[in-house]
């Protein structure tokens, strides 16, 4: 039975690309791909011929009819962005609801995307996330801003070079200047980085640098008790020791008055 397969693709290097991704290309009636130009690339340098459709944000609506047919009638089709996953703040979700709903094969293949590495690499507990993804550019911005700050887990957003010091700035208002961030960017590429800090000093460092590439943002959850964690331990010590103290000097105290008593004994 033929089905529809999301197929992962380089966030920058092309050492990422899977054996298993390359081969269900080269095997697939028809690629679809975020832009064409973008994934010719990809596709000549592993040396796949597979006929390739543009499917994207503006085309997307009118589109995933006519393919899910074509999945139906027997074509096995692969669906690839600009990189990344597909589906993850990319296209490839309503094809995938279509084909599901209509009872057709969806698989998807592990592989490269944004946020993991850069959420590992943070420093920030991450043990549980919150993935935001885009925000709203313009409506809607600050009310989602105020209610990712209420968030008790780390969350992570992706954001432009145009747009990174406006948002870390809306950051550090809504969660105020202190709260603790990472931001990394060109992930996987030459020029990877990764700054960690006050959301006030990412700010700071991106005004006076210029931002380049694709970032990613991860900022503490409101109820991160990272930096809280090193002053209770120090003072459950501290709670402990004098504890100790008083259960030696009660220890102490008994035994002088045993002592005591044995002696009154012994003049007896």
Do not use: W
């Not at 801003?145 to 747009?163: C, D, G, H, M």
Request: glycine content about 6%; aromatic content about 8%; charged content about 30%.
């Amino acid at each position: 039975m033929a089905k529809l397969s999301l197929v992962p693709t380089p966030v920058g290097n092309m050492e990422d690309m899977t054996m298993r991704a390359i081969r269900l290309l080269k095997e697939a009636d028809l690629i679809l791909a975020e832009d064409t130009r973008t994934s010719s690339h990809l596709l000549h340098h592993f040396d796949i011929h597979t006929p390739m459709m543009s499917y994207h944000k503006f085309n997307e609506h009118k589109t995933i009819d006519a393919f899910a047919q074509r999945i139906l009638a027997g074509e096995n089709i692969a669906l690839i962005t600009d990189a990344g996953t597909p589906g993850i703040s990319d296209p490839g979700f309503l094809l995938l609801r279509k084909c599901v709903q209509m009872g057709i094969e969806v698989e998807c293949l592990p592989g490269p995307t944004a946020l993991i590495p850069a959420v590992v690499v943070s420093a920030l507990p991450n043990d549980r996330f919150f993935f935001e993804g885009f925000l709203p550019q313009k409506k809607g911005r600050q009310t989602r801003l105020k209610e990712l700050a209420e968030l008790p887990v780390t969350f992570i957003l992706y954001e432009s070079p145009f747009r990174i010091v406006k948002t870390l700035q809306q950051l550090a208002e809504v969660c105020g200047s202190d709260r603790q961030a990472s931001v990394t960017r060109e992930i996987s590429k030459k020029f990877e980085e990764t700054q960690r800090g006050s959301l006030r000093e990412l700010e700071s460092y991106f005004t006076e640098n210029q931002p380049r590439g694709e970032f990613v943002i991860c900022v503490a959850g409101k109820d991160d008790k990272s930096d809280k964690e090193d002053k209770f331990g120090q003072d459950a010590s501290e709670e402990d020791f004098g504890k100790e103290e008083k259960r030696e000097k009660k220890v102490k105290k008994n035994k002088y008055a045993r002592e005591d008593k044995y002696a009154r004994e012994d003049e007896d």
